[in-house]
């Protein structure tokens, strides 16, 4: 062990995941989570429970940290180039991790201004969103990472670090997935009513980016929204404009706009953002994506287009 004294502080960081990313993980009888185990020196456990999400907690000093989630990122990464194996795509998305993070300790990771998670992103080559609010019934927030296995784990460098210099203040309420209600029609129907009965208010009663997420993947359509209220006025409103570009390959611009636009403009309606694509150029393997609105809608477009393209990888998606 190194001399720095700050190799000794144990911490504990929580990922969310669904069930298929989690049995990626623990493997056949539970060999790879093994391995990851004796390999890191850290401590993975993975949350019981009938629900499709599952935290999954990684305790150790901070070496065995960024050891366990480079191995867990490289795990996602040979996953989907296997999946890339039998389709037609030819261009790598990126590993995505969310992390659940305590809310108050959010604002460090953001930064005066947002220069903190700017610097993050800059660094690492990382993409980073820290969702708008918090998770139902915790204190704590989701927070997503993007990227190679590389700029993962050099973001969580720089997360740990943040977690050291500014400990959470107060008690954390712990982020508990709860079991799917009985069908998709209940799901809906409880999200349509936190979500898009709150003319004027924001779009999500508690904008749980990860139910989005479960929804996406479960190929269950976002709720329409109702011609009483088609926009959502209170989610520009409340805070100030910015802008997020995204670099997509041109293989998966298709996935992201959907037949005829249906899912580029599900995405805009949902989020609330105004999403531009640019036209393709010559000797381009990428598109350009800018996403345009409050920090919490830019953060739901982002989040349903890495869905989209999460699904489309996995063989999941339709178009």
Do not use: W
Request: charged share 15%; proline share 7%.
């Amino acid at each position: 062990m190194a001399s720095d004294g700050s190799l000794n502080v144990t911490l504990t960081l929580r990922l969310l995941m669904h069930g298929k990313e989690v049995g990626s993980i623990i493997g056949k009888k539970g060999e790879t989570v093994k391995k990851m185990r004796e390999e890191s020196g850290a401590r993975i456990n993975i949350s019981e429970g009938s629900s499709p999400e599952r935290i999954v907690t990684i305790t150790g000093p901070t070496e065995g940290i960024f050891r366990a989630f480079s191995m867990i990122a490289q795990k996602f990464e040979e996953d989907i180039t296997a999946a890339m194996i039998n389709s037609n795509v030819t261009s790598k998305p990126p590993v995505t991790l969310r992390l659940v993070f305590p809310g108050s300790q959010c604002g460090s990771l953001i930064g005066k201004g947002g220069s903190k998670i700017k610097e993050i992103r800059e660094t690492t080559g990382a993409q980073v969103q820290v969702a708008g609010d918090m998770l139902p019934d915790s204190t704590e927030r989701a927070v997503t990472i993007s990227g190679t296995p590389q700029a993962i784990t050099q973001c969580v460098r720089h997360i740990c670090s943040v977690m050291m210099e500014s400990p959470p203040k107060g008690a954390t309420i712990p982020y508990r997935p709860k079991g799917v209600p009985a069908g998709a029609h209940a799901v809906l129907a409880q999200q349509q009513q936190q979500a898009f009965a709150l003319p004027g208010q924001y779009a999500f009663a508690h904008p749980d980016l990860t139910k989005l997420h479960q929804l996406a993947m479960q190929h269950i359509p976002l709720p329409s929204l109702g011609q009483s209220n088609p926009t959502f006025p209170g989610l520009d409103a409340s805070a100030p404009t910015s802008s997020q570009e995204l670099a997509i390959p041109n293989d998966f611009i298709g996935c992201i706009i959907g037949r005829q636009g249906t899912k580029i403009n599900e995405i805009r309606q949902v989020s609330g953002a105004h999403i531009k694509i640019a036209s393709a150029i010559d000797g381009s393997a990428m598109r350009q994506v800018t996403i345009t609105g409050s920090p919490t809608s830019i953060s739901v477009a982002q989040y349903l287009i890495n869905a989209r393209l999460s699904s489309m990888v996995t063989g999941l998606g339709v178009l």
